[in-house]
């Protein structure tokens, strides 16, 4: 392999230069740069002093110009993501490509020539914008590519061409003098110390002291240590473990966010024009692709291996990705190790969520097993099957005829699954799961943040996103960094967000027109059914509606769910935010509130509208001339649990079969095309770059959040209606983890490793949705379950039910001489007026949400107060690991051994006396930093160490010296 620059300068490429091609002057502090006050010897810069003579001239001997022609037979490629050297690593692969000039718009070839004369003769309005656009970009990709070789990047280029395009692959790799530059820019964490590998799985924990055999443990081979660490320093690197391995000292997912990082601050045109990084680059169409590579193939080697041999790669297939793993802890570790934090944390949540699913599922298994058992003592049921022709009541419509509430007798069976007592203490149980599962989290969450290093991390200042350079207006100082940058007024963008809340708002009321006309519709059909004259369907009539009701509404929401992210990405890009932080925040806010209103409005209006309204003959209320609906002869909690069964289990199912079909439908064409690009070398088995180019791009983790939030919010808002709804969540959530897994080792391509400490924002969301899931299963208790009006019978006339039937329901006015004397369900009198008992009732009922908020707040903050965040264990094992890196980092070896207890001489050569400048400080002596007690003048500067009390067991007599050196 060629390399440019292979003589004395190599070894000092360590950081990014801020260049412009053109060769105008810089500025110390440009945009893009990595000046931003930081020291930069002088040897780094000397590159930037080579003119474009030099560049042109060296240009032939760059690797990256050098073509792979399709004839010419190229030397086989070293096992593994190298060179053709063998032996530089590929880090990152940059992919483009260029249609034949012959091909691009079909003209001939005297065209093609008269074209090529009109831009070679400098006269762009003769050549098509396509053309200009074309070469642009190439010149952008020339300058890009000119400014890594400058950051000290290495660089090689392949090629896959035919007669119509040509694919470029641009493979990019950082030697050991820049990643040891960009470790401590970035505050990479380096080992200190091994330690045992601890065990993270509660249930293995109790599993193993109760002797008890755990069948989802599982030996996974090559688990990464564990390590005491703290951050990278060059200075200090002998005191790290491997710093002696340079192959290896860097684990690939280092290696990919440091050439990630070069990448997204190179300048590859005007600085004031904010023409910086790869992301922009790819926004701009520049290159089709910017990937690390996978480790190697996902599928094991058909000849036998011993596992340790197998790739990271397809250690996560045979022990994650594959279904047989169904029942299998998650070697999360390993996820870490290949993805990154941001991913494993994803993965960890979504497995700690699954594992607490299974006591909820278990428990409203039962619920709801007790109530199919104790479905015959239902003495209201009872009483409506026994009751013939004695309660006679009122059409449901204006041309409908009365019928008899013995007609109802299966759905007061069936509607007493969803409302008995045992549902009551099941949305009790689950207010209480809720909080309890998100404070557990929080410890699971700061174990892992620790474990991965990740503790400690902040988000650094976020350079501008490659669509807010692009679309700023100005360019403005950073106060945090001192340099230039796109600037856009805080009051326009406040002006933008304020616009595009109306659109927010216009969208969320055609939710409600959708929601209306779902209304209508079962109107509708309960009236067709009605009108059928069939006893089945006039007595199956609210089931038949709300069930095609329920079906339409999911169509409905599942189109008005793509339409609306579309729209609201937009609007979010139109806002112009800064940064991909505050753009991701933002984007969240709107699809989470959208989606919220999307789904869970018709649950909303079944659990807490619907009934409400009716109103009473000779005076019933009317939407658009219809009347307005009645809960079915079940109840509204069978309607509800209806409705929670059909979205949520429907939504879940689309969701896995688009992300099982989808992914491999996009391969398979990426796939079609570069065969044809290929040719007759198609049958030759793809390179790496090849192979990972035709997977599909990994969209990051918005969507597989957002469907586990919704799931969260059907599985504790209405659980009251439907305590199954946990175990088709975990039903779920198994397939879930399988399917994502498979999708991130198997079809998409690797993304770049980010770092991250907890799930972000989506954590306040399902602490919101805990606190909501309190109140909304009050209120669905107290207003929408007989169980308050059952208790308030029991109380003041019969404990064992008789005659509450005939209590619930109330005669037609006397006015109604259309059907006299039918019964409707109601607590009104003779002249349709509310009477005691609806007072009394709204009394307990009110009383009972106020009781069951108060105490089930109380509980939860009581349990908030008694689990702590951080376990005990943790917060020892931080301690431990903050005094090993002072030890490790500490400028004065003498204290370190003294503090050490080795005696402030330990064995080995005599030491020099103290340089000028040294204090020599006694025993137990306290030290305030106050220049008049403390402190030696240098250079007219005022020494203010930060010191303690000291402590030792060497003599009364003997001195500890600590050099003080000038801040």
């Known amino acids: ?68 022609d399709a004839k010419t037979t190229q030397p086989p490629s070293a096992v593994g993501n190298y060179f053709r050297d063998g032996r530089t690593k590929i880090d990152f692969v940059l992919a483009w490509e260029v249609r034949s000039r012959r091909k691009r718009r079909g003209r001939g070839a005297g065209q093609a020539a008269v074209a090529e004369e009109a831009e070679a003769a400098g006269e762009p309005e003769r050549a098509s914008r396509s053309e200009r656009r074309k070469a642009q970009l190439e010149q952008w990709r020339e300058k890009f590519v000119q400014n890594l070789r400058n950051a000290g990047l290495l660089l090689e280029k392949e090629e896959t061409a035919n007669e119509k395009k040509t694919i470029h692959f ?39 002291r109760l002797c008890i055999p755990n069948l989802m443990a599982e030996s996974v081979p090559n688990r990464p240590l564990d390590y005491y660490t703290c951050a990278f320093r060059k200075s200090k690197m002998a005191r790290f473990l491997g710093c002696d391995n340079r192959e290896t000292y860097f684990t690939n997912t280092q290696r990919h966010r440091i050439v990630y990082e070069i990448l997204a601050r190179t300048l590859y045109g005007k600085r004031k024009r904010a023409e910086v990084g790869l992301a922009r680059l790819l926004n701009e169409g520049a290159y089709a692709a910017a990937f690390p590579l996978h480790e190697g193939p996902f599928q094991p080697p058909k000849y036998e291996v011993r596992p340790e041999e197998l790739n990271q790669r397809q250690v996560l297939f045979l022990y994650w990705a594959r279904w047989s793993k169904l029942y299998k802890y998650q070697p999360l570790d390993h996820i870490r190790e290949y993805f990154g934090e941001k991913i494993a944390i994803y993965f960890a949540w979504l497995g700690f969520y699954t594992a607490w699913l299974l006591p909820a599922a278990m428990v409203g298994t039962i619920v709801f097993v ?47 699954l969803f409302d008995h007592p045992g549902t009551v203490f099941f949305s009790v149980f689950m207010s209480f799961w809720a909080v309890t599962f998100l404070e557990y989290w929080k410890r699971k969450m700061a174990a892992l943040a620790h474990h991965w290093d990740c503790m400690d991390f902040h988000e650094e200042e976020e350079r501008p996103r490659p669509e807010f350079a692009a679309m700023a207006p100005a360019m403005e100082h950073n106060p945090v960094t001192g340099v230039k940058e796109p600037y856009f007024s805080e009051k326009d963008r406040l002006t933008r967000m ?3 809340s109306m659109v927010i708002i216009v969208m969320l009321c055609v939710v409600i027109i959708f929601l209306v006309t779902v209304i209508m519709y079962r109107g509708i059909i309960s009236v067709m059914m009605f009108h059928t004259g069939s006893p089945v369907l006039r007595t199956q009539a609210g089931n038949i509606a709300n069930i095609s009701s329920c079906l339409v509404n999911l169509g409905l929401i599942l189109l008005m769910g793509q339409v609306y992210t579309a729209l609201a990405e937009q609007l979010t890009k139109w806002e112009m935010h800064r940064t991909q932080t505050q753009y991701e925040d933002a984007f969240t806010f709107k699809v989470f509130v959208f989606q919220f209103v999307n789904f869970y409005s018709s649950p909303f209006y079944v659990a807490f509208f619907k009934g409400r309204f009716v109103g009473y003959p000779t005076n019933y209320g009317t939407l658009f001339g219809m009347r307005n609906e009645d809960c079915g002869p079940g109840g509204c909690l069978i309607e509800l649990a209806e409705q929670l069964f059909i979205i949520m289990v429907g939504k879940q199912l689309i969701s896995n079969v688009q992300e099982f079909v989808i992914p491999k439908v996009t391969a398979w064409r990426q796939r079609r095309a570069l065969d044809k690009v290929r040719g007759s070398r198609a049958s030759r088995e793809p390179r790496r770059w090849e192979e990972d180019y035709l997977l599909v791009e990994c969209g990051g983790l918005f969507d597989e959040y957002l469907e586990m939030v919704l799931q969260f919010g059907f599985i504790t808002i209405f659980v009251a209606a439907f305590p199954l709804a946990p175990l088709f969540a ?47 299963n009050a209120f669905l208790i107290a207003f929408t379950s007989d169980f308050l009006p059952r208790l308030l019978y029991q109380y003041k006339f019969d404990n064992d039910l008789n005659g509450y039937v005939n209590f619930t329901l109330a ?71 903050r005094y090993l890196a002072k030890q490790a980092l500490a400028e004065n070896q003498e204290a370190l051994l003294v503090s050490r207890g080795q ?65």
């Not at 601890?198 to 924990?205: Q, V, Y």
């Not at 009751?387 to 007798?409: A, E, F, H, K, V």
């Not at 198994?734 to 972000?760: S, T």
């Not at 369900?825 to 106020?850: C, Q, S």
Request: net charge neutral; hydrophobic share 40%; with cysteine.
């Open 730 to 776: 975990l039903l779920n959530n198994w397939a879930e983890i399988r399917l994502d897994a498979h999708k991130f080792v198997c079809e998409f391509r690797r993304p770049v490793a980010e770092r991250a400490q907890n799930i972000g924002v989506w954590f306040n969301i399902l602490e919101a949705m805990s606190h909501l899931s309190v109140i909304a």
């Open 498 to 500: 304020f616009t595009g």
């Open 170 to 208: 641009l493979k990019v790799s950082a030697p050991w003098d820049v990643l040891v530059y960009y470790a401590e820019e970035l505050c990479l964490r380096a080992p200190l110390q091994a330690q045992q590998n601890l065990e993270f799985n509660a249930s293995a924990r109790v599993l193993k």
């Open 370 to 416: 007790s109530g199919v058992m104790s479905m015959g003592s239902n003495m209201p049921a009872k009483e409506i099957c026994n009751s013939g022709s004695s309660y006679l009541m009122c059409p449901l419509c204006d041309t409908c005829q009365p019928w008899n509430m013995s007609d109802i007798c299966p759905m007061a069976k069936v509607g007493y």
């Open 811 to 881: 005669y037609a006015p006397l006015n109604y001489t259309d059907h006299p004397m039918c019964r409707y369900k109601a607590f009104r009198d003779n002249n349709g007026n509310y009477t005691l008992v609806y007072w009394e009732l709204l009394a307990v009922r009110l009383g009972f949400i106020i009781a069951f908020e108060h105490v089930v707040f109380f509980v939860l903050r009581s349990i908030d107060w008694m689990v702590p965040d951080v376990p005990e264990s943790l917060e020892l094992k931080i301690k431990r690991e």
């Open 903 to 967: 005696g402030p001489h330990p064995p080995g050569p005599p030491r020099a006396p103290p340089a000028q400048g040294t204090v020599l400080l006694p025993r137990y002596r306290s030290f305030s930093p106050r220049p008049a007690h403390l402190g030696v003048a240098h250079s007219g500067k005022a020494l203010l160490p930060r010191l303690g009390l000291f402590r030792t067991q060497a003599g009364p007599s003997e001195r500890m010296s600590v050099l003080l050196s000038p801040s």
């Open 1 to 68: 392999m060629l390399r440019k620059g292979s003589g004395p300068l190599a070894g000092d490429r360590e950081v990014l230069l801020d260049l412009d091609y053109g060769g105008e002057a810089q500025a110390a502090a440009g945009y893009g740069s990595l000046h931003n006050g930081a020291f930069i010897p002088s040897r780094y810069l000397s590159a930037a002093a080579r003119g474009k003579e030099a560049d042109d001239e060296d240009a032939d001997n760059d690797p990256i110009y050098i073509h792979c």
